[in-house]
Structure formats: structure tokens, C-alpha cells
């Protein structure tokens, strides 16, 4: 997943150029390669070469640096002025993929945004249900610290708890749920569809019911019918069979 989402990454950073700029896109790209390697000398010869220390469309030289848990060159990218909230997804959100919390701490230091509402909010891009995704446990400890909403939903109404139910992150889940978080609440967007009934639809899936028996535990009712889809969370599940 890391190769592809540096593949993607890496076409952005390309895109800004024009044709007849390569030796400003080759040292913008040496220094995105500098980033990812963490090698801070490197970065500075470039940058003092006239480099632009947030070169690159999408993926900056931040991305790398902070995808890869390089601390030192995270902290001598900002204190050459990259921007700890941009590009995308945001520095903040890579970290969290990678599971680079001691990173993630850095860039919440220096300003990073911990719900990274930069712009119209996508799951894809909100360290919260970044963290989930990958069940981090102190991802979602450090960015409660530094004041992220934990209720916060993404674009198709999801809570980070949704996601996690999604993606069957159970430690993230617990540590959610043990957080406050609703665990009957209704994705509006999205056939306002229950944590349960997520972890209810993903069983078949995954054969793995510890997340949806994680919600009844809390509370869930697993007899609450969904009307949009005429079917309730203990339906869902027995559909497995």
C-alpha cells in the first residue's frame, strides 16, 4: 500500500512542470527523493540551490520525510518554511498511515491542524479516521491530546468509529468506543448505516466478529431495523451463511 500511495504521490509532484522545465523538475524531484531518504544534507544543498522547500503539486518534500519517520529532516524541512498542512493528503495524514506517531507529534508542535480541516473534509484525509484505518491506538491517543474532534465525520458522514467497524480495527474501536463515541449513531450519507451494521456486513468478509460483538457489548442494538436497506445488523450478519 506505502509503494503505491508514493507512486501516486509522486505522479502529482511531476504534474506541476511544464515540458521545457526539466532541470526545475529534476531538482524538485532530488529533493523529494532527499526528503524520503531522510537525508537532511541533501535537502539543504538543494534548497540553498534555489529549490522551493514545498516543490511539488501534491506530494512535497514534507510527505516523504514524515511518511518515512525521518524526525530530523521533518524538523529541518519546517525550519526551512515547508508547509506542515500541505499538499494531500496532509503531511499529518501520511504520518498516521505509516503509523509514525513521534512524527505526527513533530508536525502537531509546529501547527499541523490534528483535524486537518485545510479543506472540504475527506476520509482519505482526516488523521482521526487515518489513525482508525490502521488501528494506531497512540496515533488516536496523540491527536486527542492535541485537541482533534473525535466525533468529527467525514464527507460521507462516517465517524472514525464507522471506519473502524469498516476495517475491522478492533483496538481502534474499543479505544473509540471507551472515548464516547456513539455507537448507534447513523451514517446519514451513507444508508445511514450503524457501526453495528458495518461490522455486521463486513463478517462474511472477514469472519470475524469481535468488532460487532464489541458494539452490543456497548450498547448496540442489534434488532434496530435500517429502513433504507430493510434489513437489521443481526440480518446482516446471519446473511454470512
Known amino acids: ?49 534555489g529549490v522551493d522547500v514545498n516543490c511539488g503539486l501534491m506530494a512535497k518534500p514534507i510527505h516523504g520525510a514524515a511518511r518515512n519517520g525521518h524526525e530530523d529532516c521533518v524538523r529541518f524541512l519546517i525550519s526551512k518554511g ?11 495524514s501520511s504520518a498516521a498511515l505509516c503509523k509514525r506517531v513521534s512524527v505526527m507529534r513533530i508536525l502537531l508542535e509546529h501547527g499541523a491542524r490534528p483535524d486537518n480541516d485545510y479543506q472540504y473534509p475527506a476520509c482519505s484525509d482526516i488523521p482521526l479516521h487515518v ?37 475491522n480495527s478492533y483496538h481502534a474501536a474499543e479505544w473509540l468506543i471507551k472515548n464516547k463515541l456513539d455507537v448507534n449513531a447513523k451514517a446519514h450519507k451513507s444508508l445511514d448505516l450503524t457501526p453495528l451494521q458495518y461490522a455486521a456486513t463486513t463478517v462474511a468478509l472477514r469472519g470475524d ?30 446473511m454470512r451463511e
Open 209 to 238: 466478529m469481535s468488532c460487532y460483538h464489541l458494539c452490543v457489548k456497548n450498547g448496540a442494538d442489534p434488532t434496530e431495523l435500517n429502513e433504507k436497506i430493510g434489513k437489521t445488523a443481526a440480518q446482516l450478519c446471519m
Open 82 to 92: 515547508a508547509l506542515v498542512g500541505g499538499g494531500f493528503p496532509a503531511p499529518l
Open 131 to 167: 489513525a482508525t484505518l490502521v488501528n494506531c491506538v497512540p496515533a488516536l491517543e496523540l491527536l486527542k491530546e492535541f485537541g482533534a474532534t473525535l466525533t468529527i465525520q467525514d464527507s460521507n458522514g462516517l465517524s472514525a468509529l464507522h471506519v473502524a467497524m469498516i476495517n
Open 1 to 49: 500500500m506505502k509503494k503505491i500511495i508514493a507512486l501516486i504521490l509522486s505522479v502529482f509532484s511531476m504534474g506541476m512542470y511544464a515540458a521545457d522545465d526539466i532541470p526545475l523538475r529534476a531538482n524538485a524531484n532530488a529533493l523529494i527523493e532527499a526528503a524520503e531518504r531522510g537525508d537532511s544534507d541533501g535537502c539543504e544543498k538543494l534548497i540553498d540551490a
